[in-house]
């Protein structure tokens, strides 16, 4: 029986261990299968992701190819010149406008952040200031409480003899009933005293950011500014051919002969230098603003964009910021200079 029962129990021993192999044999299928897909998906995205930089390569080899087809005949070469330009001057106010956000963004963030602080530490000095009335009251209670006491003490020991136990004992009811009020008014004075060190130790509440106000005046200041910039540019259509200089390939594109190519190239160079050397464009930009705040109008409370219906004109202003005639262009819904691009939502 011994041997028999020996043998089962080595025998279900057996099977169990072959059981737990196979276990193992199934989970290692599995854990390998997963780390295969994630292989295949990785090859499948490295793939896509050298298509797309190939492409990308190719176009680029393309459009060098083309220009350098292109300059090498006298004919196209002022084209391409002028074509470079162009896409400089749509960078240049690009470049301007995102300076000019930033330079705002920075000096209302550090105003509203002066307010911000400011007005914690009003709150604060207010608090302190009450705290500071309560802990004088106090502390003058406990001084007058600690007076009384001393004085019915003395009055208690001028009472001497067996004769004077009852008016003792009356006196002595007094000066517990005293110090259990002084005892109170010391407790409240040591609360109110770490109320007041706690609170002096409070640090500004952490800043929440520019409103709503705030962002619309920085964002009708760049809208202003970018109205600004299409007038310098609007003669002889620089900033509508500077518009389409960023969104047509040059093999698209003609601005006439040599000559024209030239004339053009000349006047674009004055006009970026007349703007570099202009003193007069922030006081102009600022009656811009003052213009724009009464026309625009906002689809939402919380919008900090104006809606670009009412920006379909740029008004040309005079030296009062009157109006004495308009441009129908749209700088915003054009999305001239990028303007969305740095605009605060």
């Known amino acids: ?166 008016r003792r004992r009356r006196l002595t009811a007094e000066i517990n009933k005293l110090r259990e009020e002084r005892r109170a008014v010391t407790m409240r004075l040591g609360e109110l005293t770490e109320d007041l060190q706690s609170r002096s130790s409070v640090s500004p509440p952490e800043f929440a950011g520019l409103d709503v106000k705030a962002k619309r005046a920085v964002n009708l200041t760049i809208i202003a500014y970018a109205q600004e910039l299409y007038v310098h540019f609007a003669e002889r259509e620089i900033a509508v051919k500077s518009r389409e200089a960023c969104v047509r390939q040059l093999s698209d594109i003609r601005y006439g002969d040599r000559h024209d190519c030239k004339s053009m190239s000349k006047f674009i160079e004055e006009r970026i230098a007349l703007l570099d050397a202009d003193g007069g464009i922030h006081d102009r930009v600022t009656a811009r603003v003052n213009y724009l705040a009464s026309t625009v109008d906002y689809r939402k409370e919380a919008d900090t964009v104006p809606n670009a219906d009412g920006l379909d004109r740029i008004s040309l202003l005079n030296k009062d910021g009157a109006p004495q005639g308009q441009l129908p262009v749209n700088v915003l819904a054009d999305e001239y200079w990028d303007v969305f691009a740095v605009l605060l939502n």
């Not at 995205?45 to 220009?67: F, G, I, P």
């Open 1 to 166: 029986m011994a041997t028999l029962a020996t043998q089962l129990f080595s025998k279900l021993e057996g099977n169990t261990s072959e059981e737990e192999q196979l276990l193992k044999l199934f989970w290692n299928r599995a854990e390998l299968k997963k780390e295969l897909a994630t292989l295949r998906n990785d090859i499948y995205r490295l793939t896509d992701q050298l298509n797309q930089e190939q492409a990308v390569k190719l176009r680029v080899q393309q459009r060098y190819e083309q220009l350098e087809t292109m300059l090498a005949n006298p004919a196209t070469a002022a084209t391409a010149i002028t074509y470079y330009q162009l896409r400089d001057v749509w960078n240049r106010c690009f470049e301007r406008l995102a300076s000019i956000a930033d330079d705002l963004f920075r000096a209302h963030r550090d105003r509203e952040y002066r307010l911000h602080v400011a007005g914690f530490r009003r709150k604060l000095y207010d608090s302190l200031t009450g705290l500071q009335g309560e802990l004088g009251e106090v502390n003058q209670s406990g001084e007058l409480l600690r007076g009384q006491i001393h004085a019915l003490r003395e009055k208690r020991a001028q009472y001497q003899g067996f004769w004077n136990i009852f």
